[in-house]
């Protein structure tokens, strides 16, 4: 029984980790793909792609109470760190069904330090017109 349970939680434990930079401070402000904001207590990035179920953005959230993680710009420069093109990719594919199967890091730079939160990417809902 202690090993069937053990294999049950093994199991449900993400296996990949995908760290992303978000880099405001260089981007231009007309280039950005993220409209980042504040909603009650949680903080989000929604990427404006079109990518999900029912073309609906990829939205990544964490509670603002979760202070994140200080990460040295060396140990930035040893991360291993995903472009775009792979967040939109794990986020598209694997968003639905294996989204408690991935980690998501975004690092943000927060005046003269890198801030890493574990985000969330949330589920697409179906956009419904009412009569």
């Given at each position: 029984?202690?090993?069937?349970?053990?294999?049950?939680?093994?199991?449900?434990?993400p296996t990949d980790t995908l760290n992303y930079l978000v880099d405001t401070a260089k981007t231009p402000?007309?280039?950005?793909?993220?409209?980042?904001?504040?909603?009650?207590?949680y903080y989000g990035?929604?990427?404006?792609?079109?990518?999900?179920?029912?073309?609906?953005d990829a939205v990544f959230t964490y509670r603002v109470?979760?202070?994140?993680?200080?990460?040295s710009p060396n140990d930035l420069k040893k991360m291993n760190l995903s472009n775009l093109t792979r967040l939109i990719y794990v986020a598209k594919e694997?968003?639905?069904?294996?989204?408690?199967?991935?980690?998501?890091?975004?690092?943000?730079?927060?005046?003269d330090?890198?801030?890493?939160?574990?985000v969330y990417l949330l589920e697409p809902r179906k956009n419904e017109i009412a009569y």
């Open positions: 029984m202690t090993l069937f349970l053990y294999n049950i939680a093994r199991a449900q434990r402000v007309r280039d950005r793909m993220f409209d980042i904001g504040r909603e009650g207590d990035y929604q990427l404006a792609c079109k990518c999900l179920t029912w073309q609906n109470d979760q202070k994140g993680t200080v990460v694997y968003g639905i069904y294996r989204r408690d199967k991935t980690v998501f890091n975004f690092i943000e730079k927060i005046g330090q890198y801030i890493k939160h574990r």
